[in-house]
């Protein structure tokens, strides 16, 4: 089955940090380049990081450069977020998601296919 | 950034009736639009891209249309599997941004 898999995420206090993971299975996950979205509970959906399907080249939202980090291991066909600085603006369901190659302009991706989340909640 | 905004914000409709969803972006897009099905609790679902084109497994009573800066979404015939929020996407440049959800609810 073609899916994606997040985990990772919990209860970390403000200031804190952690490591989100997305493994992919059913497809051949180093020839995808990947996103990370999110969503605060109860708001929709915020765009956050992509990265290169070799993992060369990455972007991140205004509101997450300097904190987060995008990174993959092709060898596990799984994608990371590591999450730090965290604050109560962070706090919210992540996803990944996989480039619909179909779908780019110049510069970027539509998606075609979602993981479940990992829910993030930062609280003292 | 682009704006992308939606409207209705949120909308009641039965079974059978036809449903449109518009969506705007602050400048020109091109056809680089997705749209995106989410259920509560669930990952959202892409429906659509390239503004017109449906993904693999999507009924054929969802269409899209639009180019530039107006984009519509339209179910032919709300089916009780189609209640849930629907939120437009563009990926012309980075950030990808999303409008703010279209909720369709049984009236």
């Known amino acids: 089955e073609v899916q994606l898999v997040e985990s990772g995420g919990g209860l970390v206090q403000p200031g804190g940090s952690l490591r989100l993971s997305c493994a992919g299975s059913?497809?051949?996950?180093?020839?995808?380049?990947m996103h990370w979205v999110r969503q605060a509970p109860g708001k929709g959906l915020e765009y956050v990081s992509a990265i290169s399907s070799n993992g060369d080249n990455t972007y991140y939202a205004n509101s997450v450069k300097g904190r987060f980090t995008v990174s993959r291991d092709n060898s596990k066909d799984t994608l990371y977020l590591q999450i730090g600085s965290l604050s109560a603006d962070d706090m919210g369901v992540y996803y990944c998601?996989?480039?619909?190659?179909?779908?780019?302009?110049?510069?970027?991706?539509?998606?075609?296919?979602w993981g479940q989340g990992t829910l993030v909640t930062v609280s003292s | 950034d682009i704006q992308m905004t939606q409207s209705p914000s949120s909308l009641s409709a039965s079974v059978g009736d036809r449903v449109t969803i518009t969506c705007r972006a602050s400048q020109g897009i091109s056809n680089y639009l997705a749209w995106l099905q989410q259920k509560p609790g669930k990952a959202p679902q892409s429906l659509i891209y390239a503004a017109s084109s449906l993904h693999s497994g999507v009924p054929s009573r969802f269409s899209g249309s639009g180019s530039g800066t107006d984009f519509t979404l339209t179910i032919s015939s709300l089916q009780p599997e189609d209640f849930a929020t629907y939120y437009c996407q563009q990926y012309l440049s980075y950030p990808q941004t999303f409008g703010q959800g279209t909720k369709v609810e049984i009236k």
């Open positions: 998601a996989r480039v619909d190659w179909r779908a780019c302009s110049t510069t970027s991706c539509s998606s075609d296919l």
């Open positions: 059913g497809f051949t996950f180093g020839l995808y380049a």
